[in-house]
T-cell receptor
């Protein structure tokens, strides 16, 4: 049973470009959480999605960031017009109806903005 | 307020020493969950343990043990006879409620270096 898959593992973008980060949850999981790990700041919750719905986006920056989890396909975290401060590791976790997200993290996407 | 504090930023020990990583949490909820994760240099997050607020029994798993004390809002992690492979950043985290939203609140982590 494949775990949570994130791709790409590493992503380099120039300032002003768009970054798209993908998260495929474990089979049968319909809940996805995104976290960001900034250097020297630890991990912070960004957004919680269920299929086709955003449940909690209290951790998302107000501008340039968006997330979706369509009926089919992976969850996407999209960052428009990236800036150097967006450089970070982005992790996603998934859960099923038992809501036990904690064990199921992807390996992360490391975004570098140059 | 809901918060996790890991006061130790960095710890350095010599192999075979015991080491305790501290974690103090804050939440007003009566039902909550506490966790420890390991982040090795390769960067992935490795789940170590979950403890719910109603289970104060301490746990031991091999060289790892956890001490949960509600009276002091602490959930400390001890590694016995540390090894070089234990070198990593360790995070304590909290899910501060029993609802369906399982977002984690994280401490800033403790970087553990085990030297040969």
């Amino acid at each position: 049973n494949a775990g949570v898959m994130q791709n790409p593992r590493h992503l380099v973008r120039r300032r002003g470009q768009e970054a798209r980060l993908r998260c495929s949850p474990m089979k049968g999981h319909s809940h996805v959480y995104w976290y960001r790990q900034l250097p020297e700041e630890g991990l912070k919750f960004m957004v919680y999605l269920q299929k086709e719905n955003i449940i909690d986006e209290s951790g998302m920056p107000k501008e340039r960031f968006s997330a979706e989890f369509p009926k089919e396909g992976p969850s996407i975290l999209r960052i428009q017009q990236v800036v150097r401060g967006d450089s970070a590791a982005y992790f996603c976790a998934s859960s099923g109806t038992d809501f036990s997200t904690e064990a199921f993290f992807g390996q992360g996407t490391r975004l570098t903005v140059v | 307020a809901q918060k996790v504090t890991q006061a130790q930023t960095e710890i350095s020990v010599v192999e075979k020493e015991d080491v305790t990583l501290d974690c103090v949490y804050e939440t007003r909820d009566t039902t909550y969950y506490l966790f420890w994760y390991k982040q090795p240099p390769s960067g992935e997050l490795v789940f170590l343990i979950r403890r719910n607020s109603f289970d104060e029994q301490n746990e031991i798993s091999g060289r790892y043990s956890w001490n949960f004390q509600k009276s002091t809002s602490s959930f400390n992690f001890t590694i016995t006879a540390s090894q070089v492979v234990d070198s990593a950043v360790y995070f304590c985290a909290l899910i501060p409620n029993a609802g369906n939203n399982r977002k984690l609140i994280w401490g800033l982590g403790t970087s553990l270096a085990v030297n040969p």
